[in-house]
């Protein structure tokens, strides 16, 4: 825990500034560049097509090479095409820039996923995903407060402040990739920073795991396409996706129309649901582990996101009960996400985990393709961000009621 999750966290909080820092950069590249809200939601959507397509080959990249050759080639190539979007002057560059940028940083987060199954027993695993899914809205809190800082203040060498947050925010990603390289360790058996019987006793611990999984059959690639809790997971995904990543994209849009307030504090709006989402996924994760439960610890979450919406949509308005509601949408929206990611490894093991994983993470990311470009095309038809919201409720929902039908294995349906 002390050695790998720290420089996991970084790497993926990097990773998520570089793919979040649209959102504040977009506030003054649409009238740079003359963009639409349409615009930013299709290139925001684009970033997954690239995604999808290296997803599946990533995770079993991971699980039969090396993890550490593959993060540091994702981090170094992703903080390059994050560096360099800061160059872009057309439409045609901005869409080739987010597809490069999403083909770049594939494989990342299914593949740590995967690392971790060689890293941590199953009883040990939520609690390690939970501090790394934490990563997520901390990106945020961390990321945005930056972005709109350099936005506002740094217009070196008379660049827009939009194109310093590319190219401040994309310099580091490619350092810790180099660094990867030397710090990183593959797995448990290579690990010279471990005591011997510490490294014995995990050894035999993740085997005997490995051999319990093993009896079901399903270790196989196709096994993982042939168990039906692969799909379900995979639709589950995709539909909080749609709704996370719009959110992610548009709150500061959204808060930025707030005029009554003063840019400090539409700023603090933005990262308040974030502060509540770390909270969120640290509770319900650790919650989950104490407990062994996982159906209800990833539906009432994504639920009670779809009811923090709504009713952010209905208090109109009233912006003080807008905000409160804002922060139970954001307490909620990712607290399923370690426990979320503890399913596949639970049902299946060596090349079928890795590809349900991976399976899971690029279908269910295609709704960060939807769900941008759908939130963007209708703000731009209908001139109100309520349209939208709603849209992304109706995603919440079903997402949430196609989790209560989640079913793991007979230690997990005890649980359940």
């Known amino acids: 825990m002390r050695r790998l999750m720290p420089f996991l966290i970084v790497a993926y909080l990097l990773a998520y500034i570089d793919r979040a820092n649209l959102g504040i950069a977009k506030l003054q590249m649409q009238g740079d560049l003359d963009f639409t809200d349409d615009t930013i939601g299709l290139g925001a959507g684009i970033f997954f097509i690239g995604y999808f397509i290296l997803e599946i080959p990533g995770s079993l990249i991971v699980e039969q090479f090396s993890a550490r050759k593959w993060f540091a080639r994702i981090m170094i190539s992703w903080g390059l095409v994050a560096t360099l979007t800061g160059c872009i002057a057309t439409q045609r560059q901005f869409y080739i820039a987010r597809f490069l940028l999403g083909a770049a940083e594939a494989g990342f987060f299914p593949g740590v996923i995967v690392y971790l199954s060689h890293w941590f027993r199953d009883e040990d695993r939520t609690r390690a995903k939970a501090w790394f899914m934490v990563t997520q809205p901390l990106s945020v809190v961390v990321g945005l407060p930056l972005a709109r800082w350099i936005l506002e203040n740094v217009h070196w060498l008379g660049l827009s402040g939009w194109r310093w947050v590319f190219l401040l925010e994309g310099a580091p990603s490619i350092v810790l990739g180099v660094a990867a390289l030397f710090y990183l360790t593959d797995r448990p058996q290579e690990a010279r920073w471990l005591p011997e019987d510490e490294k014995a006793w995990l050894i035999a611990e993740l085997k005997r795991e490995e051999i319990e999984k093993a009896q079901t059959g399903r270790v196989g690639i196709f096994d993982a396409f042939r168990y039906p809790q692969t799909l379900l997971l995979a639709a589950v995904y995709f539909?909080?996706?749609?709704?996370?990543?719009?959110?992610?994209?548009?709150?500061?849009?959204?808060?930025?129309?707030?005029?009554?307030?003063?840019?400090?504090?539409?700023?603090?709006?933005?990262?308040?649901?974030?502060?509540?989402?770390?909270?969120?996924?640290?509770?319900?994760?650790?919650?989950?582990?104490?407990?062994?439960?996982?159906?209800?610890?990833?539906?009432?979450?994504?639920?009670?996101?779809?009811?923090?919406?709504?009713?952010?949509?209905?208090?109109?308005?009233?912006?003080?009960?807008?905000?409160?509601?804002?922060?139970?949408?954001?307490?909620?929206?990712?607290?399923?996400?370690?426990?979320?990611?503890?399913?596949?490894?639970?049902?299946?093991?060596?090349?079928?985990?890795?590809?349900?994983?991976?399976?899971?993470?690029?279908?269910?990311?295609?709704?960060?393709?939807?769900?941008?470009?759908?939130?963007?095309?209708?703000?731009?038809?209908?001139?109100?961000?309520?349209?939208?919201?709603?849209?992304?409720?109706?995603?919440?929902?079903?997402?949430?009621?196609?989790a209560t039908q989640i079913r793991v294995g007979k230690h997990h349906e005890k649980n359940a």
């Open 239 to 402: 539909l909080i996706v749609t709704g996370n990543q719009a959110i992610l994209f548009f709150l500061p849009s959204i808060t930025n129309n707030m005029k009554a307030m003063s840019v400090t504090w539409r700023t603090v709006v933005t990262v308040l649901p974030y502060l509540c989402s770390v909270a969120g996924i640290l509770l319900n994760g650790f919650s989950s582990g104490r407990s062994g439960e996982r159906r209800w610890h990833n539906a009432i979450p994504i639920l009670l996101a779809a009811v923090g919406l709504a009713c952010a949509i209905l208090a109109g308005d009233h912006l003080a009960l807008v905000i409160l509601f804002f922060c139970l949408v954001g307490f909620s929206f990712q607290a399923y996400l370690p426990v979320f990611w503890t399913l596949p490894a639970a049902f299946l093991s060596k090349s079928a985990a890795a590809t349900a994983i991976g399976t899971i993470n690029s279908v269910g990311n295609l709704g960060g393709f939807a769900g941008p470009y759908l939130f963007g095309y209708l703000k731009t038809a209908t001139g109100r961000y309520e349209t939208g919201l709603w849209f992304l409720t109706g995603c919440m929902l079903v997402a949430g009621l196609l």
